[in-house]
């Protein structure tokens, strides 16, 4: 079983590796999100939002569902691990 469990972590991690190659460079000035995305936060996030903290304006407004089902998640991982790893009482 613990055999079957490395081939599918290692053909998992392959894929990602085969999947990265297609990625922009990091930093990339090039990139779809700098040309695109970044210009569009920084012009119109006062204008839209009436957010002075662009940082917040991105999180909170732009990107609030997000932001709220990852912290969801982390919730419901944190509250997983407690059970698996409490002791019941005797």
């Known amino acids: 079983m613990k055999f079957i469990a490395l081939i599918a972590t290692l053909m998992t991690g392959a894929l990602l590796m085969y ?43 732009y990107r609030g569902y997000d932001t709220m089902f990852e912290t969801a998640v982390i919730f419901s991982a944190g509250i997983a691990v407690v059970m698996l790893i409490r002791r019941p009482r005797q």
Do not use: C, Q
């Not at 990139?31 to 996030?45: D, G, Q, T, V």
């Open 19 to 61: 999947a990265e190659a297609d990625f922009p460079v990091w930093g990339d000035p090039d990139s779809p999100a700098s040309l695109h995305l970044s210009p569009r936060y920084i012009e119109k996030a006062m204008e839209e939002t009436s957010v002075p903290n662009m940082v917040t304006a991105v999180l909170a407004d």
